[in-house]
């Protein structure tokens, strides 16, 4: 049912314009940040919200393994190849609704590069707590959509950067 309210939300806003220029002068990326940063031993947080580009508040938890270079750099990339993997949250929290949506994920070598793959749970104990943490916080004040739903095509909206036949429900509350 709450993925009928984030339908229903999309419909009644496509014609009201784009939240850019709001999302990015009055929004600041820590907002949420007294939800999800509590009992983070273990777990490096990532914000990877950018309200340039998408409508919502991005963030990745990964299990803390200490890689000697900044994430998203070449050389912890080489880092998380040797490894072999490197499990994640990853949440998106609509700026622009009410509505998040969570994963369980890892980062796996393939072909000298990294390929994420869903997980329906974690190895990493301290993160699978991270995750049913967040989401007690999140469910008190938010709707989590189901991610199935967030496939649903929305024909005749237009989005940046986006095919009309690639324009989802997803994209149009998170990206």
């Known amino acids: 049912m709450k993925s009928k309210l984030a339908i229903d939300f999309v419909n009644r806003t496509l014609n009201e314009g784009d939240y850019g220029y709001t999302l990015r002068n009055y929004l600041k990326i820590d907002t949420l940040d007294y939800l999800l940063l509590d009992n983070m031993d273990g777990i490096t947080f990532l914000h990877m919200t950018d309200f340039n580009y998408g409508r919502c508040f991005a963030y990745m938890f990964m299990e803390d393994i200490q890689l000697s270079k900044s994430f998203f750099t070449v050389k912890a990339r080489e880092e998380v190849i040797q490894r072999g993997y490197i499990e994640f949250i990853s949440l998106k929290i609509s700026a622009i609704s ?15 590069k990294l390929r994420i793959v869903l997980l329906d749970q974690f190895k990493n104990e ?17 709707d989590r959509v189901d991610p199935d ?23 149009y509350l998170f990206e």
């Not at 009410?98 to 000298?112: C, L, N, Q, R, V």
């Open 98 to 112: 009410p509505f998040f949506y969570m994963d369980k994920a890892m980062y796996i070598p393939e072909e000298g």
């Open 149 to 171: 739903d967030l496939r649903i095509p929305l024909e005749g909206v237009r989005l940046e950067n986006v095919e009309p036949e690639d324009v989802t429900i997803g994209r």
């Open 126 to 142: 301290k993160l699978e707590e991270k995750f049913s943490n967040i989401l007690l916080n999140l469910d008190e004040k938010f």
